[in-house]
């Protein structure tokens, strides 16, 4: 599978985003991208920095104008295109919503964001309603897509139930960055944590992992706080956790990306966690906490 990675900064005209973002898909499509993954919320500034009811105005309906748009660009191309999306789906009802679209352009599955952070910046619970798809992987003409988006990448559950669901590559849309009020080492650990915990979903699944997060500095609107400095980082990992490609912490960047999911057959063969997995004993997992 050749992935192609697009790391974007992204301004407050929206409509200038997209075009940016379609222009970058034909460049790496021209390189052989056969599929390409877009940053979370990637229209518009990540305005959850905020509780702010204006934003609900940049919601739409899926399918919708964006839909139209992207699933244009996916056409054009010819490749099968991973987006992030501000899902409306009824007044007062709304979600963060990955949607994939096939070569043809048509809509073949969409994912809505599970687990909802609310941390100081992050407002996100305030906006999104938690997802209620499931963790189910999305079939496309290059591969089965085990598409989820940002918090939901710092939980082991979710990626498994994406592989135990037949799930070929784990691709998480991201926005997550720097608060300014942290110490320089403590934004470093935050940021390899990050790096850190899905690589292992890589290697406890045997799957590979493909991380696009934005990048550049967001200022808070309110002012309550200094903004957000997006690490970048964007990453994709074989399956054993290796690195083969990362952008940089505060560039733009466009890749396109070799993975070799037939590898994976081969990884499982050597370390076989599927087979020896011990269901009958993991019923506790339901539980908030142990005794």
């Known amino acids: 599978m050749r992935i192609g990675i697009i790391q974007q900064c992204v301004s407050s005209d929206v409509e200038a985003n997209k075009r940016m973002l379609a222009s970058d898909v034909e460049c790496l499509a021209k390189q052989g991208a056969e599929i ?66 096939e070569k043809d352009g048509s809509i073949v599955g969409k994912y809505r964001k599970m687990h909802i952070p609310d941390d100081p910046a992050y407002y996100e619970k305030f906006y999104f309603t938690p997802g209620d798809l499931g963790f189910h992987p999305i079939k496309t003409s290059v591969g089965v897509l085990g598409v989820m988006v940002c918090w939901d990448q710092w939980y082991p559950e979710a990626a498994r139930l994406m592989a135990l669901e037949g799930a070929e590559i784990l691709i998480y849309p991201t926005a997550i960055g720097f608060e300014s009020s942290d110490a320089s080492d403590e934004q470093m650990r935050q940021r390899d944590a990050w790096q850190t915990v899905q690589r292992g979903h890589a290697v406890a699944n045997g799957i590979p992992v493909v991380a696009v997060n934005r990048v550049g500095y967001e200022p808070d609107p309110s002012g309550q706080t200094n903004g957000i400095s997006f690490w970048g980082s964007s990453f994709v990992a074989g399956s054993q956790g290796e690195i083969l490609w990362q952008g940089s912490v505060e560039s733009v ?39």
């Open 36 to 101: 390409v993954v877009l940053q979370e919320l990637h229209n518009t500034r990540y305005f959850c920095q905020t509780e702010d009811v204006k934003n609900f105005d940049l919601a739409e309906p899926i399918p919708g104008p964006s839909t139209d748009f992207f699933g244009d660009v996916a056409r054009r191309n010819a490749i099968v295109l991973v987006t992030s999306l501000f899902e409306r789906r009824a007044p007062g009802l709304y979600h963060n919503t990955a949607v994939v679209f």
């Open 253 to 291: 960047e466009q890749a396109v990306v070799d993975v070799d999911l037939h590898h994976a057959e081969v990884v499982r063969r050597w370390w076989p966690f599927l087979r020896d997995r011990r269901i009958d004993e993991y019923s506790d997992l339901l539980k908030r906490f142990g005794k």
